[in-house]
């Protein structure tokens, strides 16, 4: 029987939202990727190069610290990794969770929330930093509107 943990990380709570419709929808396990230092709103100001935000996306070897770790990674056959758009890629929290665990081999799909920028930058980029390890599926994107069957229809269709 498979398993399926969504792992998200929120800013605004938009995500959040998204992520726990979509584990609610499927009956999947669900995993706050928390920073270990809370952003603040100056360190989310996007306009302010020295936001930590900012410094972060712009420096590729950046992996903030999180809090907490995912218990038994290897139950898990699918990985659903929810986060917002940044500078059209994922923020590099997400590396940093990538990377908290041994997830080699898991079939994985993004879903991102934003406005207006998709998925497909985060997921060239993510591809290409860790190339073959994982299985990759095609994510979506989601305003944070949608309906439990939406999200369900997508997570199912993987």
Not at 9 to 16: I, P
Not at 112 to 120: K, N, W
Request: with cysteine; charged share 20%; hydrophobic share 35%.
């Amino acid at each position: 029987m498979s398993k399926t943990l969504v792992a998200y990380f929120s800013a605004s709570g938009v995500t959040a939202q998204v992520a726990k419709k979509l584990a609610s929808a499927i009956g999947a396990d669900l995993f706050e990727i928390k920073p270990q230092v809370p952003y603040t709103s100056a360190d989310l100001d996007w306009h302010d190069s020295r936001s930590r935000s900012s410094v972060e996306m712009n420096d590729p070897n950046s992996r903030p610290a999180i809090a907490g770790t995912v218990e038994d990674p290897g139950q898990y056959d699918t990985l659903l990794i929810g986060f917002p758009v940044w500078w059209y890629k994922a923020p590099t929290i997400v590396n940093t969770f990538l990377e908290s665990a041994d997830f080699s081999g898991k079939t994985v799909a993004l879903f991102c929330t934003s406005g207006s920028s998709g998925v497909e930058g985060c997921e060239r980029a993510l591809k290409q930093t860790y190339g073959g390890k994982y299985v990759w599926k095609n994510g979506k994107r989601f305003t944070g509107r949608e309906s439990d069957s939406a999200l369900s229809a997508w997570a199912k269709g993987l």
